[in-house]
C-alpha cells in the first residue's frame, strides 16, 4: 500500500521577540493510501499546525514533507499548489462556505476558480450533494442550512476534485452530539465504500480509537496508540 503523505522529522517553531516556541520537534508520520488516521493531543500541542503543514498550507522549519513521494522542498510555489489542489482535500470545523452562494455553488468552487464553466462542473457537484444526503438542498444557500448540513456541503467540496486525502480539523467540534455522530459515519462509509483516505485531527477519542490508525502528539512528537 502506497503512502499519500510522508512526515520525515518535521519540525515548526514560531519566533516572538527573542523567545523561541517549539511546536513540532521531529515528528514521524505517514499516511497510507485508504487508511483512517487520527491525530490526537491537548490544546496548543500542534495538531492543527501539523495538519496545515501536511496539506501545504503552511512550511515546517525542518525536516521534509512528501506528497506521493515527492519531496515539496524541492518544488516551487507553482507545483506545490498544483499538488494541493490534485492530492488534498480540507473539512475544517468551521466549514467555510460562501455565504452569498448556493450549496451547489459551493461544492463547484474549486474548479469555478481554476476557470471553470459552471455547465462543466455542475453534474460532478449534484453526484456529491447526492452523496453526501443533500440532494432537496442544493439550492439553499449556507445561511438557510443547518450546521451539520454545511458541514455535508463542505465534505462534498473536499472530495470534487478526487483527492488523494482528505484532511479534517475537527469536523465534529462546532455540531452537537447527535449531528457530530451523523459526520463521523458519512466519513468513515466515504472510506468504505469510495476508499477515501482521510485525516482526522479531533479531541474525541472515542473517534480517534475507532480510526485504523491513531497517534497522539505530545512534547512536538507523534506517538502511536494504536
Known amino acids: 500500500m502506497s503512502n499519500v503523505i510522508e512526515c520525515r ?12 516556541l517549539r511546536i513540532l520537534s521531529g515528528v514521524d508520520l505517514r499516511v497510507a493510501e485508504g487508511e483512517i ?3 490526537s493531543g491537548p490544546s496548543g ?8 503543514i501536511m496539506g501545504t498550507l503552511d512550511q515546517p522549519t525542518g525536516g521534509e ?3 506521493r513521494g515527492k519531496a515539496l522542498s524541492k518544488m516551487g510555489w507553482g507545483a506545490i499548489n498544483e499538488v494541493r489542489n490534485k492530492e488534498i482535500g480540507f473539512v475544517f470545523q468551521f466549514y467555510h462556505l460562501l455565504p452569498e452562494f448556493s450549496a451547489l ?6 474548479a469555478l476558480c481554476r476557470g471553470a464553466t459552471r455547465s462543466a462542473c455542475r453534474a460532478r457537484a449534484e453526484e456529491l450533494l447526492n452523496k453526501v444526503g443533500l440532494s432537496e438542498r442544493m ?9 451539520g448540513e454545511q458541514q455535508r456541503a463542505a465534505i ?6 478526487k483527492p488523494g486525502v482528505v484532511l479534517t480539523d475537527e469536523p465534529t467540534g462546532n455540531l452537537d452530539e447527535t449531528t457530530g455522530a451523523s459526520i463521523v459515519e458519512l466519513l468513515f462509509d466515504l472510506n468504505q465504500k469510495d476508499g477515501l483516505t482521510l485525516v482526522i485531527v479531533t ?9 485504523h490508525r491513531w497517534v497522539h502528539l505530545h512534547a512536538g512528537k507523534a506517538h502511536t496508540r494504536k
Open 156 to 161: 462534498a467540496r473536499a472530495l470534487f476534485n
Open 45 to 52: 500541542v500542534g495538531k492543527s499546525t501539523l495538519l496545515h
Open 105 to 110: 455553488e459551493n461544492v463547484m468552487m474549486p
Open 9 to 20: 522529522n518535521l519540525q515548526k517553531t514560531y519566533h516572538d521577540g527573542t523567545r523561541e
Open 139 to 147: 439550492t439553499h444557500k449556507p445561511g438557510q442550512l443547518s450546521g
Open 37 to 39: 488516521l487520527a491525530i
Open 203 to 211: 479531541h474525541d477519542e472515542q473517534l480517534a480509537a475507532r480510526a
Open 65 to 67: 514533507l512528501l506528497i
